[in-house]
């Protein structure tokens, strides 16, 4: 895809009718906007739980597959929740997103952490348990959605 | 109360801060990572309480496993909420948004008080039995309801809709937001 036609298509997204709708209202925006916060709270608790445990630091009773089963309902919760908020809150305001960095730094984190979360730490996790690869795939977790979610709320400051 | 704001105002740090291009955006993103830190193991404790996740631990155990960080994000959320607040005082004194959120604080404290008082005196029986008594899961759900209503309303205070400086505001607004306004100066406006 050319530079072009990706900006064509966020104008694209821009003009949608959620995107319209969203803009032009004054409350709509700030409380998508809320959610999607407590989303993030959702999710960061389970990352925070899960990968503790892996780095060894909590709740070490218990074994690395059982936490992170624990969390995974979690995990999901709170990521629809944020998809459901942040897609919205993308269409309103795409063209700026476009010529945000921090937008396509979260992007980019967001995409390799997806990825990472599925199918590289949980089943891993399940299989290995313990040693020094969990808690390095433990510290890897916790600090890709660090950069996610502190680069999601810069989005707001550019 | 007023005064006190408007002193903050008037130090050096407060201007800085306010001024500063980077440090604000800094700590008001570590605010938010904070917020996920306090907020994310809260729920789990409190989901722990309604027998939801968990269940392998008990009570007792998975206080002591998670609690720590909750404290620890608390604290570390408490101390970049305050420099927020002292980066901009007047403004935020004066901001309705902020001040829900502080009784609804004042509210979810009140909660955490009587949940933790009871739960210190109780929790090796609730162990012994697993069984955990309704006021006790009402609670926790209820503290999960008040802190999202704070995290909520905390982001509302970025808003300005009924912010002083931006008048004229139904009279009952002003009040709640305790806005000293010069009526006199709007009435040539109005036109009335």
Known sequence: MEPNQIIELFYFFEDSFIGQY??????????????????????????????FRLMGF??????TSYVVKQ????FKLGFCLLVLTGVPLFLSEAVKCYYSRAFWIKMICLTIGI?????????????????????????????????????GRWIGFS | MLNLAE?????????????SLYWYPWIES???????FFFGTLLFVDLRLTGKVFTNLSISEMNKGILPLTVVGFCLMSLTGLLLFYAIPVRNYQNIFFRIKILLIIIAGVNALFFHKRMSKEAKKWDKDSFIP???????????????LVIISGRMIAYNWFD????????????????VVDYQLYEGIDGT
């Open chain 2, 164 to 179: 002083c400086d931006r008048q004229p505001q139904p009279e009952w607004i002003n009040f709640l937001t305790s806005c």
């Open chain 1, 58 to 63: 909590i709740l070490k009773t218990e074994s």
């Open chain 1, 71 to 74: 969390t995974r309902t979690w």
């Open chain 1, 22 to 51: 969203i803009r032009g209202s004054t409350w709509l925006f700030p409380v998508i906007e809320s959610f999607h916060l407590l989303g993030l709270a959702v999710l960061g608790g389970s990352v925070v739980i899960g990968d």
């Open chain 1, 115 to 151: 990825a990472f979360t599925f199918f590289i730490r949980n089943p891993l996790v399940l299989k290995i348990e313990e040693g020094k690869l969990i808690s390095l795939l433990g510290l890897s977790s916790f600090l890709l959605w660090t950069v996610v979610a502190a680069s």
């Open chain 2, 30 to 36: 570590s605010h938010v990572l904070f917020i996920c």
């Open chain 2, 7 to 19: 002193w903050l105002a008037t130090t050096q740090w407060s201007i800085a801060l306010h001024e």
């Open chain 2, 134 to 148: 309704n006021s006790m899961k009402v609670s926790a759900i209820a503290s999960l309801f008040i802190w999202s």
